[in-house]
């Protein structure tokens, strides 16, 4: 379920597109205190966030910030899947776990499906571990209208498969 574009963002949320400098450590230590990813998935998260800050947007990642009070409780990377007309993956999506459960991660995807829709709408593929740790994010994923479109046996390790999901985003009205 994408959340109405005009409901105001949950208790005081705000969000913005630009990344800083300082986004760098408070991403970092976001995604780690969630504590379900690898340390090398950590690593991957940050070279997103520094490649996005070095070469802006022709990096192809784009960003939705949400912050409470200046503070970072959440994001999304994004951006076009190369070599298609209108994909899209969602490279992450972290909350604070002091945050989670607060529609913080609902306002936090809605937000980057209109964006999609603004760029004239498309699909959007989530990637995600089939690790018990992954549950909770895929029943969130499912509860966000994405559907299960893929499942690939041992990918990311024996017993780890990697399950994608899918949501199509109609075009912003003009």
């Given at each position: 379920?994408?959340?109405d574009a005009t409901a105001p963002p949950p208790g005081g949320l705000t969000f913005r597109r630009r990344p800083y400098a300082r986004d760098v450590a408070a991403l970092a230590r976001l995604v780690a205190a969630t504590g379900v990813f690898y340390p090398t998935e950590l690593a991957v998260a940050r070279e997103i966030l520094e490649e996005r800050l070095a070469r802006g947007t022709k990096s192809g990642y784009s960003f939705v910030f949400a912050e409470r009070d200046g503070v970072l409780v959440g994001y999304t990377a994004w951006g076009p899947i190369p070599l298609t007309q209108k994909s899209y993956d969602l490279y992450w999506i972290a909350?604070?776990?002091d945050a989670q459960g607060g529609g913080v991660g609902q306002a936090l995807l809605a937000e980057t499906e209109r964006d999609v829709a603004r760029l004239g709408g498309g699909r959007i593929y989530i990637e995600t571990s089939s690790r018990p740790a992954y549950e909770r994010t895929r029943r969130f994923y499912v509860r966000a209208g994405y559907e299960e479109v893929a499942r690939l046996e041992d990918f990311?390790?024996?017993?780890?498969?990697k399950i994608m999901y899918r949501k199509v985003v109609p075009a912003a009205p003009r």
């Open positions: 379920m994408c959340a909350v604070d776990p990311y390790a024996d017993g780890d498969d």
